[in-house]
């Protein structure tokens, strides 16, 4: 069992940063792939950034609409995981979940087997 909960929302202004952290619980944590999602109001989950569990250098994924503006990593010894979101547009307010699964595919396509609870992330104009 996974738990995990999430932190670093807030109000920012576009062109602003905001840093999100995922704390897991469980011991097993360095063998999971780890994600961030994002849920807009009026809108389906999408994904957001993805990083792998290999002990030989994690691999990170990102979506298009993020890519060069935000940063997924993690820290094993710290059981967290971190997104740096730069550049902030209003477009990016949503509710910031993160997620884990022992699969990245898993992870990538939206189905992992665990979800914290989210985190609010709003971008003013």
């Known amino acids: 069992q996974v738990q995990l909960v999430e932190s670093g929302g807030g109000l920012v202004q576009a062109g602003g940063s905001l840093r999100l952290s995922c704390a897991a619980s469980?011991?097993?944590?360095?063998?999971?792939?780890m994600g961030w999602f994002r849920q807009a109001p009026g809108k389906e989950r999408e994904f957001v950034a993805a990083?792998?569990?290999?002990?030989?250098?994690?691999?990170?994924y990102y979506a298009d609409s993020v890519k060069g503006r935000f940063t997924i990593s993690r820290d094993n010894a710290e059981n967290t995981v971190w997104l740096q979101m730069n550049s902030l547009k209003p477009e990016d307010t949503a509710v910031y979940y993160c997620?884990?699964?022992?699969?990245?595919?898993?992870?990538?396509?939206?189905?992992?087997?665990?979800w914290g609870q989210g985190t609010q992330v709003t971008v003013s104009s």
């Open positions: 997620a884990a699964d022992r699969l990245l595919n898993t992870v990538v396509k939206g189905t992992p087997d665990y």
């Open positions: 469980g011991r097993t944590f360095s063998t999971y792939s």
């Open positions: 990083i792998s569990w290999s002990w030989s250098g994690a691999m990170t």
